[in-house]
């Protein structure tokens, strides 16, 4: 048998309320999106003012970095063409579902992926930083 340790509603609203407060501070509405640690979608909200788009974007960064263990900003990274290690393409794998552009995080608990965040509506560097903001105010609130 496993024990799998998952992210649950009210941590989700954690996650969300931090990435909120950061998108609120640097004036740019965000959808936020959180999965459990397999990347399935627990939690979700649209910030008034979140592009359109940018709700699927968002639960596409979270299931990838909740599923692979690792940031988006990390596959775009490795998946640059002629960078010798044959990871361009990834993206476009799982019909497309693997995002690659900056804004999903894993969520981690004592070295354990328990989820992801994904922010999608600004820049990936805007998006990085409320997805940290959503870790960080769970951090601190809940372990």
Known sequence: ???????????????????????????????????DESGNLIAFERMDGGK??????????????????????EYNEACTPGNGNHLFGIHTALGGRLCIVGGGLPISVNGEVVGGIGISSGTPQQDMA????????????CL
């Open 1 to 35: 048998m496993l024990t799998i340790n998952r992210l649950g509603q009210d941590e989700a609203k954690v996650l969300i309320a931090g990435a909120a407060l950061k998108a609120t501070e640097i004036g740019v509405p965000m959808c936020i999106a959180i999965t």
């Open 130 to 141: 409320c997805a940290q903001a959503g870790i960080e105010h769970f951090n601190r609130s």
């Open 52 to 73: 359109v788009h940018s709700a699927t974007i968002a639960q596409d960064k979270a299931f990838t970095a909740a599923s692979a263990r690792k940031g988006t900003h």
